[in-house]
C-alpha cells in the first residue's frame, strides 16, 4: 500500500510559479513510476506529467511542455512539480499519481491540491 500526500498549491498570478511536491509513504517508492495529472471545474482529469522510478525518462503533454518540470528524490520519496509561466488556464486541482499500470494509467492517488492562476 502506497500513500500520497500533496502539498504546495495556491494562488498566484498569470505568469508566476509554484512547486507541488508528493510525499509518499512505503519502503517501495523508488521502484514506482510517478506521475501528475489535474482536473478542471466541468472537465475529466487529464494526464499532467510522469516521471520513471529512476528519474531518467519523462513524459509531458503538450500544453505543459517547456513550463513545468518533473524531478523525484527517492532518497525522500517524494516527487515535485516545478510550475513556470503559469496561465489561467492550468487552474485545476492537481494529483500525485503512483505504481503505473498502463500508459498514464496508475495506482495509487493523493487527494489533490488546489492550484489557482488568477490573470
Known amino acids: 500500500q502506497v500513500q500520497l500526500v500533496e502539498s504546495g498549491g495556491g494562488l498566484v498570478q498569470a505568469g508566476g510559479s509554484l512547486r507541488l511536491s508528493c510525499a509518499a509513504s512505503g519502503r517501495t517508492f523508488s521502484r514506482y513510476s510517478m506521475g501528475w495529472f489535474r482536473q478542471a471545474p466541468g472537465k475529466q482529469r487529464e494526464f499532467v506529467v510522469d516521471?520513471?522510478?529512476?528519474?531518467?525518462?519523462?513524459d509531458y503533454a503538450a500544453s505543459v511542455k517547456g513550463r513545468f518540470t518533473i524531478s523525484r528524490d527517492n532518497g525522500k520519496n517524494t516527487v515535485y512539480l516545478q510550475m513556470n509561466n503559469l496561465k489561467p488556464d492550468d487552474t485545476a486541482v492537481y494529483y500525485c499519481a503512483g505504481q503505473r499500470i498502463g500508459v498514464r494509467e496508475y495506482l495509487y492517488w493523493g487527494q489533490g491540491t488546489q492550484v489557482t492562476v488568477s490573470s
Open positions: 516521471i520513471s522510478w529512476s528519474g531518467d525518462a519523462t
